[in-house]
């Protein structure tokens, strides 16, 4: 049967949902649950109706309903405020009101294949900041941050922001998460608070989980008022760039723990950033194997290519994966259509330009991290990518100045012990030894850090003529690295290109007794 309402249609013998004469792309599980819905629309489908059709009676939870229905709205430019096709009817169930006319499923012009899923992009809103003052000046203060970290979080391509007129209609109202995932389809809620007395500024900044409304961040920021419009941007910026990663941990944790049996692009994606972002080589290889899964599933997925060509480089890098120019050339390839889909992707730009450091074009990473700077001001991957490019290039003064930036900026980072170990290395080529080993030094204490933090450590430590200390960092990394050799160093530094650097990495393992192979 062939559905029509406005200018979509629905074609339940082809399994499509087209506006005009464009498939849209949509996941099978919503072209049954709005078949069910138009087919019914004379009355309401209550949720146990609609979890015996679309699930086919297995139990999920109230959130997976919500997440599928506010998908379909999506698809159709609708939303929980206006319900203009699905009508909410409070804790019973969904009914389709939009004006439809039906007739017989015209005969398909080719073979019909099932269109990929529509990406489910976690949906943001930021609350205006609570002004506790009395203070006028603090109001117009709180309003500016909130707009600017609106403005700062809508370059973070993956992500959907609600508009800041939308947003700052909740000011003043005490409103529950729950009820702006019921209006807005809201997965996250950011809201807080700001007071000041005297030349002090205390700003309070949350994030929710709208279907839960437990707390997912908490950050407090105290600050002396100086000039306002500078306070103001070194605060938004911080905010921002804090989100962005805490946003990312909890939609991995999501899939993690849901482990949905039939995984979709979005859900192979973020599964597969999960065990990237766990760091080992087992993990890296699962990565690999989800991203390239997810490519499959939607081509025009352009996080899918672009961050499988990232787990491909770190895989040459620290585990298994044989450096390989090959190899290489197809990770810049999908990072490259990565690209060509989103030129404006702040991320893909930076993903790209660590696929060019370990081709050892530099100045094209430095081109691309710029880019992504520009893109995202708040990017902290990008200026630990900066100071990467520009310490190959031995441009170590200012490599160490994007290194500290980058720690600034996303102490919460996943990849923080990563910010520490690269500008630990640059500082080892420098000739600053004592510097680099208080950079391993707050590397080896964070989550996940990897055995060259432990090599660097040593390194710095036989340069400085420390070589009892350097027979005991050596220990450390055998412990984590057993098949750690001179050899294996030159393989895995294979992105350097400045023969005095790796002579240098190579006399501190040599002056430490580091096998050579």
Not at 208 to 224: G, I, K, N
Not at 277 to 292: K, V
Request: net charge negative; proline share 4%.
């Amino acid at each position: 049967m062939r559905y029509r309402f406005d200018d979509f249609i629905l074609d339940t013998e082809r399994f499509e949902l087209c506006r005009g004469d464009q498939p849209l792309r949509c996941e099978p599980q919503i072209i049954e649950l709005l078949a069910l819905l138009v087919e019914n629309r004379e009355r309401m489908v209550s949720k146990e109706e609609i979890n015996e059709v679309v699930w086919r009676g297995r139990i999920v939870s109230e959130a997976a309903l919500s997440s599928r229905i506010k998908m379909a709205r999506q698809l159709l430019g609708d939303d929980g405020r206006r319900q203009a096709y699905i009508r909410t009817i409070h804790r019973k169930g969904f009914r389709f009101v939009g004006e439809v006319h039906d007739g017989p499923a015209a005969a398909p012009a080719t073979t019909p294949r099932s269109a990929p899923e529509a990406l489910h992009k976690p949906t943001v809103i930021v609350l205006p900041l609570n002004n506790l003052s009395r203070d006028s000046e603090h109001e117009y203060f709180a309003d500016g941050v909130s707009s600017d970290i609106i403005a700062l979080l809508c370059r973070h391509r993956w992500l959907n922001v609600v508009a800041r007129n939308t947003a700052f209609g909740f000011k003043g109202k005490a409103t529950d998460p729950r009820e702006l995932d019921r209006l807005l389809g809201v997965d996250y809620v950011v809201e807080g608070s700001i007071q000041g007395g005297g030349n002090h500024v205390r700003i309070n900044v949350h994030l929710v989980d709208a279907s839960t409304r437990l707390t997912v961040w908490a950050e407090r920021y105290d600050r002396q008022r100086c000039e306002i419009l500078e306070l103001q941007d070194e605060i938004t910026e911080t905010i921002a760039a804090r989100l962005e990663p805490e946003i990312g941990f909890a939609e991995r944790h999501k899939i993690m723990v849901s482990r949905p049996a039939n995984l979709q692009a979005w859900d192979c994606f973020h599964l597969g950033c999960y065990h990237l972002f766990r760091f080992t080589g087992e993990d890296n290889q699962e990565a690999q194997r989800l991203l390239r899964q997810s490519q499959r599933q939607d081509p025009m997925f352009g996080e899918a290519q672009a961050w499988w060509a990232y787990a491909v480089v770190l895989g040459m890098v620290y585990w298994d994966t044989p450096p390989d120019r090959k190899l290489l050339d197809e990770a810049l390839a999908a990072c490259d259509r990565a690209l060509e889909i989103d030129h404006q992707n702040a991320t893909f730009h930076m993903l790209r330009g660590r696929v060019l450091l370990a081709r050892r074009e530099y100045r094209r990473a430095l081109a691309d991290n710029r880019t992504a700077i520009e893109l995202n001001p708040t990017f902290a991957a990008a200026y630990c990518g900066m100071g990467d490019s520009l310490a190959y290039e031995c441009r170590y003064e200012e490599a160490m100045e994007q290194f500290e930036r980058s720690i600034a900026l996303s102490p919460n980072d996943p990849q923080l012990w990563a910010f520490y170990t690269y500008g630990a290395l640059a500082l080892i080529f420098k000739g600053d030894y004592e510097r680099s080993l208080e950079w391993t030094e707050q590397a080896a204490n964070l989550p996940n850090c990897q055995y060259w933090t432990a090599a660097h450590c040593v390194v710095a430590l036989a340069h400085l003529g420390r070589l009892d200390d350097a027979n005991e960092a050596k220990e450390r990394l055998f412990a984590t690295q057993p098949v750690f050799s001179c050899a294996f160093a030159v393989e895995k530094l294979f992105y350097l290109h400045e023969p005095t650097q790796i002579d240098c990495y190579l006399e501190g393992l040599r002056r430490a007794q580091v096998p050579e192979r």
